[in-house]
């Protein structure tokens, strides 16, 4: 290792771990520049006592044989495991929005990585995510309405998807939301929809869905209500893709993606063999449909 | 490397699995975390001294690397980039509790400790815990670690004559309170 210990330089740049500017006066004389450990903390800038090399190589041989804490625990790994879980669950597709976000980041170039890092509530006093009671609360929507096949699975290329099977609505099938047949599958992925290629890209979708999305990401608040059967039934009863009058549909996608740049969810709903898809907000709601594309037949 | 290479997740390298995981991938920080969760757990609490407390420091960073992945341009080494975080969640913490308390007297788990050396060894862990925050985290990278000095500048965000003059401090430091340093009486301790 290519150190000159001797050799103490401070950049006048950069602050120290305490906030203290690296060229700030030295302590008063008295205190003896490191001389600190009877109880005092020895100051980052206090003038430096030169070791002998030999003795400074002693102390580094017996810092480098300290110690080994040994592997960390198999509760704190599990803990920290059970968190980086929660935070996949969390994972949405972030959008064009990502970019901006990402380009000014560079490792060792900006203050990125070393501003201070957003501490989480530990364990024990870590109040109930809000998402999690959110999660709850869609699975008992699911249960409720019994559309079972609800799961969030992230995917190499970026997606978490929903519903993996498409359910025919049979009789062994628990009851879907109403509106729909059993046939539901929303996912998450990075698809870049457009007007002029939504057809073809929902004809993609039917025919290369993607993993279903977990219940638990169903209603976070990046994804919104309308990963969740009663949401997106809402959504399809506003922008007139289902109705009472009009027979149940046959199968129901949705894929939480981008349409011309931004965050929306594309919806294909099949109806004896035919295929529609809109593309719309992902707010999409009862009296607020967010249409961004309207009803585009699917090859 | 293609992402739909069916290639074992073990076998990727760590820029790889970030990829990955900045791809989406639902398994590939689980493996960075699973590769390097020891060497961050001894550098955390060997920096704060508290296992409660290194553990909170370890998820803070874990999961702000997690959420930041994409921040990573690939300008250092993945570990490196792990260490700042971890560090700097050491750090931030330490400052939050700094003003009620003082580091608790942590004994590491020594499966080598004999007779006087064990003597020596919490000598050692008693002095790095009184220095500055700066100090022991230079120290424990750089001696403990063996992180070359511009790795450990760029983990720390400070430059490499810092670490340096850290380093030089923090063990004249511990010298003295070892009675290593001629001329000098090391302090007693209660």
């Known amino acids: 290792m290519d150190e000159s210990a001797h050799t103490p330089e401070h950049d006048p740049r950069v602050r120290d771990p305490d906030g203290r500017a690296a060229t700030e006066p030295a302590p008063p004389a008295h205190l003896d520049g490191l001389y600190g450990l009877d109880g005092h903390e020895v100051a980052d800038d206090a003038p430096l006592t030169r070791l002998d090399a030999d003795v400074e190589q002693h102390v580094r041989t017996l810092l480098a044989g300290a110690a080994d804490p040994g592997p960390m625990p198999d509760a704190v790994s599990e803990r920290i495991s059970g968190a980086l879980l929660d935070a996949a669950r969390l994972r949405v597709d972030p959008g064009p929005l990502s970019a901006s976000r990402s380009g000014s980041d560079a490792m060792g170039t900006d203050d990125a990585d070393h501003d201070t890092v957003l501490a989480m509530p530990t364990r024990a006093v870590r109040p109930k995510p809000i998402y999690l009671v959110a999660a709850v609360a869609a699975a008992a929507a699911v249960v409720a309405v019994g559309a079972s096949a609800l799961h969030v699975t992230k995917r190499p290329n970026g997606a978490a998807v929903v519903g993996d099977t498409y359910a025919s609505g049979a009789t062994t099938s628990p009851p879907s939301p109403p509106g729909t047949s059993g046939g539901l599958h929303i996912q998450l992925s990075t698809t870049a929809y457009t007007a002029g290629t939504l057809a073809t890209q929902a004809r993609a979708l039917l025919d290369h869905p993607g993993q279903p999305i977990r219940d638990l990401a169903a209603e976070s608040p990046g994804i919104g209500p309308i990963a969740t059967p009663i949401g997106l039934e809402a959504c399809l009863e506003e922008i007139g893709a289902v109705g009472a009058a009009d027979p149940a549909p046959d199968a129901v996608s949705a894929d939480l993606a981008t349409f011309a740049g931004r965050p929306a969810v594309v919806v294909v709903v099949t109806r004896a063999g035919a295929s529609t898809a809109w593309a719309v907000e992902r707010s999409c709601t009862t009296g607020a449909p967010g249409l961004l594309a309207g009803a585009t037949p699917v090859p | ?190």
């Open chain 2, 1 to 190: 490397m293609s992402p739909g290479v069916a290639a074992p997740i073990a076998d990727l390298s760590d820029r790889e699995l970030l990829a990955l995981h900045v791809d989406g991938d639902d398994h590939a920080f689980a493996e960075l975390f699973r590769r390097h969760k020891d060497r961050m757990w001894a550098v955390a609490l060997r920096t704060v001294r508290d296992p409660e407390l290194a553990a909170d420091c370890v998820q803070d960073g874990f999961i702000a690397a997690f959420r930041r992945a994409e921040s990573y341009r690939g300008e250092a080494a993945v570990t490196t980039w792990l260490h700042r975080i971890i560090v700097n969640a050491c750090l931030d913490r330490l400052r939050r509790r700094k003003p009620t308390a003082e580091l608790p007297e942590y004994e590491l788990a020594d499966r080598h400790d004999h007779h006087a050396s064990t003597e020596v060894r919490l000598d050692i862990q008693e002095a790095l815990a009184r220095l500055p925050e700066g100090q022991r985290a230079a120290l424990v990278l750089v001696d403990m670690h063996a992180v070359p000095v511009a790795e450990a500048a760029v983990i720390l965000g400070v430059a490499e004559g810092t670490i340096k003059s850290r380093c030089a401090r923090g063990r004249a430091a511990l010298a003295q309170h070892l009675g290593l340093t001629p001329g000098v009486r090391p302090v007693e301790q209660d």
